[in-house]
T-cell receptor, first 115, second 117 residues
Framework: AQSVSQHNHHVILSEAASLELGCNYS??????LFWYVQYPGQHLQLLLK??????LVKGIKGFEAEFIKSKFSFNLRKPSVQWSDTAEYFC?????????????FGQGTILTVHP | SAVISQKPSRDICQRGTSLTIQCQVD?????MFWYRQQPGQSLTLIAT?????????ESGFVIDKFPISRPNLTFSTLTVSNMSPEDSSIYLC??????????????FGQGTRLTVV
């Protein structure tokens, strides 16, 4: 079975700082990769996804992520965070060939951005 | 996108009782799933709700504890049976769409926050 590991439980940054959240997965086959965000009091929303093609994917709100197959990683980045980015971020994996939509989530990373 | 409505949004229940959570989607979807998010933990898939047949449960989850119904392509229910405080969690409904051979993304409801006392 696949698993997903997020490196940091809680990240605290000041506005305009750069962000990188680590995500590693364990699965040897084809995977679909996602980053979801949950703003306080809101439901999970998709930030970005990778299915195939260019390993550098761009999502909403200036976020991007890079899939590095050799490292089994899918790290999330943003060059300059804003206070409104304060939220919890989840990396998720869907193993290719399994039921579409079945996701294995990482533990989540809480991002706090100070103004 | 898909709009998912879950009811109730929260509830406080007595141990030993059961709670049924409803999930309504604004359009027909192929795949529906139920997840659990225990306090301080990530989301864990409970089961896939199959339209017209029995749900498919993940390891560690059983039908007697979490019976699921899916009478059509827009609606599903999850029942948490014989509750104990360990069942206190957020329960989320999720749906996924396919675009040809690809799944586009999974959408989530706002969740049901359950507290068992």
């Amino acid at each position: 079975a696949q698993s997903v590991s997020q490196h940091n439980h809680h990240v605290i940054l000041s506005e305009a700082a750069s962000l990188e959240l680590g995500c590693n997965y364990s699965y040897g086959g084809t995977v679909n990769l996602f980053w979801y965000v949950q703003y306080p009091g809101q439901h999970l929303q998709l930030l970005l996804k990778y299915f195939s093609g260019d390993p550098l994917v761009k999502g909403i709100k200036g976020f991007e992520a890079e899939f590095i197959k050799s490292k089994f990683s899918f790290n999330l980045r943003k060059p300059s965070v804003q206070w409104s980015d304060t939220a919890e971020y989840f990396c998720a994996v869907n193993a290719g060939g399994t039921s579409y939509g079945k996701l294995t989530f990482g533990q989540g990373t809480i991002l706090t951005v100070h103004p | 996108s898909a709009v998912i409505s879950q009811k109730p949004s929260r509830d406080i229940c007595q141990r030993g009782t059961s709670l049924t959570i409803q999930c309504q989607v604004d359009s027909q979807v192929t795949m529906m799933f139920w997840y659990r998010q225990q306090p301080g933990q990530s989301l864990t898939l409970i089961a896939t709700a199959n339209q017209g047949s029995e749900a498919t449960y993940e390891s560690g989850f059983v039908i007697d504890k979490f019976p699921i119904s899916r009478p059509n392509l827009t609606f599903s229910t999850l029942t948490v049976s014989n509750m104990s405080p360990e069942d206190s969690s957020i329960y989320l409904c999720s749906v996924a769409r396919k675009a040809g051979a690809l799944v586009t993304e999974a959408f989530f409801g706002q969740g049901t926050r359950l507290t068992v006392v």
